[in-house]
């Protein structure tokens, strides 16, 4: 009897140890890889991501509810399996609670991810605190893509300000005060796939009143920008060595940030605290690591917003400051331009409120998302459509405002 | 035959039972439901004939031309309702607002109001506003059914359109092509309107399946633990019949008396809900009710109420035959008590914790919580993922029932006639006794006290309860930091400024920070005017912008605090209590957090009763207490002991659980204010004695200590008046348990009429505030205290004759 105690204990030491050299190596290239890393062309500046692109299809946070559609079709429905559930038309919470494609988000600005076959979102619920009370939490929530069935995967203490997902990891920017008020944020890292893995702190940032914004992981790196008073910086997490450095410069005044991942290189640009300063029109790339730095041939008369996704890059004037007067003769459109950056098209943007977010989008489809009369707008431009002088937005979703 | 009729008889001639406790719960169980349909439909209830005839006569109307009656009367009505409302010479802004929309819109409606019987008979406007919205909400979910089944082959259409549904072998495709064939049987059916109320109201009882669940508990008892407690089983399982046909008459009796009370509980509630509203027309489709949208089963209200109550009677059994399986194999009343309470709160886990679509979502639709809600069972179509297969939940719900019921049935017959445990010589009983004599020996002292606390903590096993109470404790300690986010943390900021009474200083402070906000929008507007007319650069402009908006950042926090300025301001001049600012996340922790004061009692309660309920019944259980009486100090020291200790257990029980709060709040949060006066508390306005917070605190402590020791007093008086371990878990978890948990439920009026009340004295102090309620509670209970001392002690000494079936 003992032998065979021996056998068997002897024998799940054998199978465990196989499986975990089976599990896959960390993988430190600096090539993307849609299945797994973070779709940075989906990622909007201080928002994050509320769209995320699977292989046939598209992800979408609308209001409160997750949609799909087929790349093909562009016809979106609710991640629903249920024909009998009417959540948009029903009136009672709990009806609307109960759809399969019902995300209770509050206050919070939403989240959605795809990642490895698996849809994410951020949802706030209710638990049971550390001395028995109900107490408020978010949750990471991981459903199959035909949102069949979900499981929890990480409880937030607070929102995080910013998140993202690649290659299996989660990173994350969290933020809170202790009792006397004192400040802590930092970027926290979780693996997905470890069933008893915890939240591990990266970076604690030291800037007073700071806060960590636009996570954008890509390749061995996780970018992320650091803002406090009067100032920001573009930092850089190298997940191979472990290392922190600060890009682009040292200089508080320079306030460099991200615009894009264009062809493996970062597309950035600085802001020296006046839209005027011509300076701070100039687009800059740069490899991986911020270095190579050089100024793109990209021509404008104002600040302006760049993004890039596939075979074009997109410029258009940072549209916060076009609803004072002296900028209201700038008009909101879209120069887009290609690889050799010529320009190839330009987009009307002027329908736009000023509060909008707008998701460059894969090699296909560009999206913008905005809320007006207590609606969620959700429309989408084809990109095969660019340089025919008909490219323009359609509307895809209309969902009630959460 | 006979047998069942012995055991029938066992059953019918407990008087506790058939005269007292059933009696009681049936009324409690009327009395809840009726007072719960008063305070949400009283003005219904007290019209219901009107409402008929109202109603009646839009029935004889077609259903299209009724609706669209009943739509412009609603729309006529609601007006005339705020115009009378106007006329009452109320002023307010939503008000004034609305009148001029009726103005410019319907200014025909002032002059037809004036002119109308309405004009001078507020209350046959009221009623008649009232029956037609109800009516009208009828005539909609009606209207609603039809499109929304008619579509239901569109919207499966749409999904099966993209490729994620499209994948044949998984569940989504299954479910969204087997949805529109399971509802295609209801495109057309005749839909009728009718009020639905009684219906509804009487479908969602929960309270009438916790109270049949503690009697079937007791029938258990009395049909299974009586003969071990009392040896009589060994005599009759050496009997011919003693075995096999012994324990299915007694699973047979104890089916035919659930089922019997379930009747009577559920059609008790049925015919007070008929009573109160009516069903309506009982021919008529459930789908005709909005609450059965979602239903598949074509079945009329009459097959609906009957199926309800199938359903109910066959959990019910379901429930009785699992407590069967507890009662044989578990010898003792404490293991079998905490097992099933085990078993309840991992199913009430599993029913509210988990998803519908987690893949452990068959643990929340096979539960005991799922299957006593027949209504969402027949009323809520859902198909549940049975390895890719959507089966219905009713027929998982019917084929799990029906599985185990036989699963254990044959369990408990089989562990009866082969393995009925009567002193179980298992692994632990022998480690926990070669423990407790090598540890815990007496050694010293033979002192009563010592000798008492030894019986009933480590003879009765009580150092369990009292070591789960501190761990428990333990756990709620929080040595971490409590961390706060940018709102609260400003709020703290602003706390830090302004702890203390509030003075003219402070008062300074507030008047110019509410100017600073009031100023916000101009002063975004100067910058900008300034911007534009060039007098500042862009870099200033952004910059002072971004300043205006780090400031408004403080908004939120400044609401909070603003409305606590109100709060003292109003208290000074209405009583002359100068007030302090009292920072209120932690006051909301400590006196305001509603969930954990139940949560916490709900605990106590249960730790507390089963350490207590083997005090006493503990010696009249082996007859020791006719030889104890006879001793010196067998009479009064002896009783006074047991009380003693129950006492400190109910003391230690109470600081495990409830002093972790007051570390959590000195530890956790910014809360220097015990000096201020309670009232600087807003919930605590009300409160009229000159008290601070920490006399208040204190005051509460103790008020809730001496509540405890009473709960501890009255609960060791009836498990001496039953003297059953059992039946005194059964008889106090009645008295003290149930209406916690009914509270739970949302009951919240039965506090001051149970002793729940003693803790959640917070939620006393807040809802009345007046001394004098609490003084009379706590009176009550102190005659209740004495009452039922000079019982116990009279039954102690065989002085009162209570429930004793008489021996032969």
Known sequence: ?402 | MKLIGYEFYKIITKKMIVLLIIPLLLMANGGLYFKEQLNENAYLIDNIQAYYMFEQNYKERSAEQAAKQLEELVYELGIYSTLLYAASGQENPALKSQLEAIKQNTPELIDKFSNSVYASNAELLKQEFYFSTLVYSQYTAIREYRSYVGEMQKRADEMLSVSIFQEEGTFSYRNIVKTPKDFQHLQSIALNIGLDNGIVSSSHMPITDMLLTVIIFLLGYYLFLHEKETGIIRLIRTNKKGRYPVIAAKLIVLAAMTTLLAIIFYGSIWMIAYQLYGFGDMSRYIQSIAAFRNSHLLITVSEYLWLFMLGKVVVCVWVSMIFAVFFIRLDHASKIYSSILLLFGLSYYGFVAIHPLSLFNLMKYVNIFSFYDVFALLGVYRNINFWGYPIPNISVSIIAIFVTLVIFIVMAMLMYAKHYTVNPQTLLPNLWNQVKQKWFRIQGSIHVLNHEMYKAFFTGKGIIILVLAAIIGLNQLNFDEIRFDEDDAIYNQYLDKLSGELDQDKIAYMQEEKRQFEQLPSRQDNIRQAYEKGEISTAEYTEKLSELEIFNLKREAFIKLEKQYHHLEKLRQETGINGSFVNELASDYLFNNRFKDMLNSLLYTLLLLICLCNLFPMDYKNGIIAVLRCTKKGRFTLFAYKYLIGYMTAVFIMGMIYLPSYFNLVKGYNFNHWHAPIQSIEIFRSVNIPISIWEFVILVGMLQLLGSIIVTHCALALSLMVRKQALSLIVTSIIFVIPIIIQFAGVDFIRTYSFNNVFCLFTDFAASGLIQHTALYYGALLVIAICSGLAAWNRYNNNLFLWRVKKR
Not at chain 1, 85 to 91: G, I
Request: a negative charge; proline letters at 4%; glycine letters at 6%.
């Open chain 1, 1 to 402: 009897m003992n032998k065979m105690m021996m056998y068997a204990v002897a024998f799940c030491l054998i199978i465990s140890i196989g499986l975990t050299g089976c599990q896959n190596a960390a993988n430190y290239d600096n090539t993307y890889h849609s299945e797994t890393d973070y779709p940075y062309m989906f990622h909007v500046q201080g928002a994050g991501q509320s769209i995320a692109a699977s292989n046939n299809g598209y992800y979408f946070l609308n209001g409160n509810f997750i949609y799909y559609t087929d790349k093909t079709q562009m016809k979106p429905v609710l991640l629903d399996n249920r024909p009998d559930s009417d959540c948009l038309t029903a009136t009672e919470p709990n009806q609307i609670e109960n759809c399969n494609a019902y995300v209770k988000i509050e206050d919070y600005i939403g989240f959605l991810a795809y990642s490895e076959e698996k849809v994410y979102t951020i949802e706030s619920t209710s638990l049971l605190g550390e001395n028995n009370e109900s107490a408020k939490r978010m949750e990471l929530i991981e459903r199959s893509k035909d949102g069949a069935t979900r499981k929890s995967k990480l409880t937030f203490d607070f929102a995080p300000e910013s998140i993202a997902i690649h290659r299996g990891i989660v990173y994350y920017s969290s933020r809170d005060y202790s009792k006397s008020s004192e400040l802590d944020y930092q970027i926290k890292q979780f693996n997905l796939k470890s069933s008893s893995a915890k939240s591990k702190t990266i970076y604690n940032g030291e800037l007073p009143e700071g806060h960590i914004l636009d996570i954008i992981p890509y390749g061995k790196n996780v970018y992320f920008l650091e803002s406090a008073k009067n100032m920001y910086r573009t930092m850089r997490y190298d997940i191979q060595n472990k290392e922190i450095s600060r890009m682009f410069s040292d200089d508080d005044k320079d306030n460099p940030s991200i615009g894009g991942i264009f062809n493996n290189q970062l597309l950035f640009s600085y802001f020296y605290g006046d839209p005027d300063d011509e300076k701070a029109w100039i687009q800059y790339a740069s490899d991986l690591e911020g270095n190579q730095i050089k100024a793109l041939p990209i021509k404008t008369d104002f600040m302006q917003n760049l993004y890039a996704s596939g075979k074009y890059i997109y410029v258009r004037p940072v549209w916060f400051y076009m609803s004072l007067e002296k900028y209201k003769h700038l008009k909101h459109e879209m120069a887009v331009y290609d690889e050799q950056y010529q320009p190839v098209d330009q987009l009307d943007l002027s329908f736009l409120p000023l509060d909008h977010q707008l998701v460059v989008g894969d090699d296909n489809y560009m999206f913008i998302k905005y809320q007006e009369n207590n609606t969620s707008y959700l429309q989408y431009l084809n990109k095969a459509e660019i340089g025919s002088g008909n490219a323009s937005f359609k509307p895809l979703i209309e969902t009630p405002a959460g």
